[in-house]
């Protein structure tokens, strides 16, 4: 059975880091492209992150680059997304996802909250 488990979200202060989690069953990370996404109250999800299976180059929306950092354990099969300077602005749902044979999301996890307050 194909999962993908989020974990890792909080309450941070805001310049504050979390680093989330996401740990895969029932496949191999490595061999997927894997994304986080997020979603704050009353917006659409976001797609801020991406590492593909192929070439380690990742992918990071404009909102986040140069703060968070996606990064894969092959041999624990997990990916991390590293969350530093956080921003009020980054509260919200992060979710991870697998991207599938045929170029879509197909396995995503239930989710970790995210909330940046003072």
């Known amino acids: 059975q194909v999962t993908v488990v989020e974990s890792g979200g909080g309450l941070v202060q805001p310049g504050g880091s979390l680093r989330l989690s996401c740990a895969a069953s029932?496949?191999?990370?490595?061999?997927?492209?894997i994304g986080w996404f997020r979603q704050a109250p009353g917006k659409e999800r976001e797609g801020i992150s991406c590492?593909?299976?192929?070439?380690?180059?990742?992918y990071y929306a404009d909102s986040v680059k140069g703060r968070f950092t996606i990064s894969r354990d092959n041999a624990k099969n997990t990916l991390y997304l590293q969350m530093n300077s956080l921003r009020p602005e980054d509260t919200g749902v992060y979710y991870c996802?697998?991207?599938?044979?045929?170029?879509?999301?197909?396995?995503w996890g239930q989710g970790t909250q995210v909330t940046v307050s003072a």
């Open positions: 590492i593909s299976s192929s070439v380690d180059w990742p």
């Open positions: 029932g496949f191999a990370l490595s061999h997927y492209a």
């Open positions: 996802a697998r991207k599938g044979d045929y170029d879509e999301y197909d396995y």
